[in-house]
């Protein structure tokens, strides 16, 4: 089975989280980019990995190499290429792209060069041609084209491997499940000591950590990916591939996932998601403001990921907030380690401790920090003590 360049790309900022991942798992690192680690694999490899990886985006297989200065040449090269072996001739495929190159006013262009290659190429050998549109839950490719450098891979993915398949419940503004899978990451917590997590939301954190925790495989109730729509396709293969991985993991804790939100609705859709995931036995939840969280006694990690506002006027409604937070931080937490995740760095100032890390993320286009507290006995930023 032929071993080609792997890219599995990742949210801005989370690729040293990614290629942590992927060391553990096994996969050499060949470099790593902005938005993206790139390994070494056979499509089976394409096929594990999306079903095993949590901090990453989309699994693609590089399928080609090389220059092009314009559409013509694109198509030239493109045309050459085995595409009666990758796609089906009756079959679906979608094109996403990346595109940097002056001869290029319109990106769709480039993509339309490439399908029309792949579509001529697939019709001369085959007879008939697939069809082609926008649809993510069919076969993929994508084109990266910047100046003159062209890579062309099978997106084996389609929809991103942050769905996992288990949010029914989405809720409000809810953190995708990788990134909160990197930010677990980028916390201290050892999976072996207390997690908790005031403000849950739909519950994606805890979660994301029972199952990082159980080590479970994180894909496995996913039914649909872009492989399964490529040309040769083993099912069987990929079945053994998926029970092999269901054996992963064990199906208990020795210490507490606690989940609490003051929003029945916000608890119950967490629940449900927990449910779906399977991991619900593992985590506490309750309805309670956050000041009344249930705390641990064994020293461990709790993680916030309050509102950071939007609208005018949001900022002075949440300063009083993340004033609290600072307060729980300081007056019940002693031995923990504190984080909060926002997108507003002068509430984040309103928690008034000391930041022992402010770690760079981004949720979506906002840029966020993970802000980190040694919560020891001491004394707040005397600025926020009285206002």
Not at 118 to 139: E, F, H, M, W, Y
Not at 155 to 171: A, F, K, L
Not at 251 to 260: C, G, N, R
């Amino acid at each position: 089975m032929s071993v080609n360049t792997i890219l599995i790309t990742c949210p801005k900022a989370c690729a040293r989280y990614l290629r942590e991942e992927l060391e553990e798992l096994g996969y050499p690192i060949e470099r790593e980019a902005p938005a993206g680690v790139f390994t070494r694999g056979t499509l089976e490899d394409c096929m594990r990995l999306n079903l095993l990886l949590r901090t990453g985006l989309r699994v693609l297989w590089q399928v080609a190499e090389f220059d092009a200065a314009d559409g013509d040449e694109l198509y030239a090269r493109s045309v050459q290429l085995p595409w009666e072996t990758w796609i089906p001739a009756d079959g679906y495929v979608s094109i996403g792209s990346s595109i940097r190159n002056d001869t290029i006013r319109n990106t769709n262009f480039a993509g339309l060069r490439l399908k029309d290659a792949l579509v001529d190429r697939i019709r001369d050998k085959r007879g008939r041609r697939p069809d082609t549109g926008n649809n993510s839950d069919k076969a993929m490719l994508f084109l990266y084209w910047h100046e003159s450098d062209v890579c062309i891979y099978l997106d084996t993915s389609g929809v991103p491997i942050s769905n996992r398949g288990y949010r029914v419940s989405p809720g409000k503004a809810p953190m995708r499940e990788n990134l909160a899978a990197s930010v677990l990451r980028a916390t201290r917590w050892d999976r072996a000591s207390p997690l908790v997590n005031p403000m849950c939301g739909s519950g994606t954190l805890a979660i994301e950590a029972a199952l990082w925790a159980t080590g479970k495989t994180a894909g496995l109730l996913r039914d649909n990916f872009a492989f399964m729509h490529l040309e040769g396709y083993d099912a069987t293969a990929y079945e053994k591939v998926r029970n092999e991985l269901k054996s992963n993991g064990n199906d208990t804790l020795e210490f507490p996932i606690v989940a609490t939100d003051k929003d029945p609705g916000a608890v119950e859709a967490a629940l449900r998601n927990a449910e779906f995931a399977g991991v619900d036995h593992l985590i506490e939840f309750d309805v309670c403001d956050f000041r009344e969280t249930r705390i641990p006694e064994d020293p461990g990690v709790m993680i916030f990921n309050p509102e950071y506002g939007d609208r005018l006027g949001d900022e002075r409604r949440l300063e009083p907030v993340y004033q609290e937070i600072g307060n729980l931080f300081k007056q019940r937490c002693p031995g923990y380690w504190g984080y909060v995740f926002t997108g507003n760095r002068a509430l984040g100032k309103r928690v008034g401790l000391k930041t022992k890390r402010k770690i760079e993320f981004y949720n979506g286009p906002i840029e966020c920090r993970l802000l980190e507290y040694e919560l020891y006995a001491g004394t707040r930023n005397p600025k926020y003590a009285q206002s």
